[in-house]
């Protein structure tokens, strides 16, 4: 009888790709199969990024990157770059960047002689948000406790939506990916001579993984009214506060949206990825096969592969919102905000932090 695995390929991402993490889940296939993971973004105004590893075993965590692969991306101009290993399994080119309106192929050819190819991608015009902004209000979320049984919690805080909307005759698809800095803070030494503030940010992803929308025909533009970027939790537990500290207090939050303008086919790609890992809650979950590639191999039809090319411009906005009620809250316009991470800081807060006057 024959012995069978399942396969994971885990997908590592560097900044210039997609700040998350995937997973993937293809169909049960024989254990001495060996499919190439293929991903490559081209983004307008950037240098393109290639990485090529292999999907590895279930039980299994080291990533095999491929070596010595002879990789390409060439536009309907008829130029073709060559790209060089950077690091193992990392390709880059720097004869060619990404220009919206024009259309883009990667090819990759491994040296054991496979042949692999995306579809043609039509790099997309930026995307142009109308608003980021917050709607005051309750939200319900609930755990399982120890006994098995959901306990739930009310909320208060804000829901982040965001709106598109262009003169475009076709369907537009996006890809997001959001963080969000919490800023607070708190006293110490209270009643002392050496009292002073400690200033805390944490730097979160708001938005789920493989977060894709697409807009609709309203009076003869595309829009997307309301998509959502998720919730902001205002929680002051003043039980914290004690004789010698004050409890922590959410001042502001930061968020900034990245908006990436992407083909049909990409979508689906990641639509696809969303829903295999989601399950929402169904009893059985998705089948792997869901999961949709814009890549294949031409020297074999019959080879499997994993991946996904993506030709896309990027609008990146920032804007702070900070909580008052439940009728009101505060925001503003940033035209920009640093990667600050995680971290704190006495007596002083620090240069990035943000204020509503």
Same mark, same amino acid.
């Given at each position: 009888?024959?012995?069978?695995? /399942? &396969?994971? %390929?885990?997908?590592?991402?560097?900044?210039? /790709?997609?700040?998350?993490?995937?997973? *993937?889940?293809?169909?049960?296939?024989?254990?001495?199969?060996?499919? @190439?993971?293929?991903?490559?973004?081209?983004?307008?105004?950037?240098? +393109?990024?290639?990485?090529? =590893?292999?999907?590895?075993? =279930?039980? #299994?965590?080291?990533?095999?990157?491929?070596?010595? %692969?002879? !990789?390409?991306?060439? #536009? #309907?101009?008829?130029? !073709?770059?060559?790209?060089?290993?950077?690091? +193992?399994?990392?390709?880059?080119? &720097?004869?060619? =960047?990404?220009?919206?309106?024009?259309?883009?192929? /990667?090819? !990759? !050819?491994?040296?054991?002689?496979?042949? =692999?190819?995306?579809? +043609?991608?039509? /790099?997309?015009?930026? +995307?142009?948000?109308?608003?980021? &902004?917050?709607? $005051?209000?309750?939200?319900t979320a609930y755990q399982y406790g120890a006994s098995g049984k959901p306990i739930y919690t009310q909320m208060e805080g804000l829901f982040i939506n965001s709106d598109f909307s262009t003169n475009y005759p076709n369907t537009l698809y996006y890809r997001f990916n959001t963080d969000v800095v919490k800023l607070s803070s708190y006293t110490v030494g209270l009643g002392t001579p050496s009292s002073h503030s400690i200033f805390l940010w944490e730097t979160t992803t708001m938005e789920k993984p493989y977060t894709v929308d697409f807009s609709?025909?309203?009076? #003869?533009?595309?829009?997307? *009214?309301?998509? $959502?970027?998720? &919730?902001?939790? *205002?929680?002051?537990?003043?039980?914290?506060?004690?004789?010698?500290?004050? %409890? @922590?207090?959410t001042e502001a939050w930061i968020v900034k949206q990245s908006i990436y303008s992407i083909s049909a086919d990409v979508y689906q790609y990641y639509n696809s990825v969303g829903r295999q890992l989601s399950g929402n809650d169904q009893i059985f979950a998705p089948v792997a096969s869901q999961v949709k590639s814009n890549i294949q191999c031409i020297s074999d039809p019959r080879e499997r592969v994993v991946g996904i090319f993506e030709a896309s411009s990027l609008t990146t906005v920032y804007k702070a919102f900070g909580w008052k009620d439940l009728v009101n809250h505060r925001q503003k316009d940033l035209p920009y905000y640093p990667d600050v991470g995680t971290g704190s800081q006495e007596n002083f807060p620090p240069d990035f932090w943000v204020y509503f006057y």
């Open positions: 009888m024959r012995k069978f695995y /399942l &396969y994971i %390929a885990v997908f590592f991402l560097s900044a210039t /790709l997609w700040s998350c993490r995937e997973l *993937y889940y293809p169909d049960d296939i024989e254990s001495n199969e060996k499919i @190439p993971v293929i991903q490559g973004t081209i983004i307008d105004g950037e240098f +393109p990024v290639v990485t090529i =590893y292999w999907a590895i075993q =279930y039980e #299994n965590s080291e990533t095999q990157y491929i070596s010595d %692969a002879e !990789v390409t991306i060439s #536009n #309907n101009w008829g130029h !073709v770059a060559r790209f060089f290993e950077s690091s +193992p399994g990392i390709y880059r080119s &720097y004869e060619i =960047y990404g220009i919206a309106g024009n259309i883009y192929t /990667l090819r !990759v !050819v491994l040296d054991d002689g496979r042949e =692999y190819t995306s579809t +043609p991608q039509l /790099l997309q015009m930026a +995307p142009q948000i109308d608003s980021l &902004y917050a709607i $005051p209000g309750r939200h609709v025909t309203m009076d #003869n533009t595309q829009a997307l *009214y309301r998509h $959502p970027v998720g &919730y902001l939790r *205002y929680y002051y537990d003043a039980t914290l506060q004690t004789t010698s500290q004050t %409890a @922590p207090f």
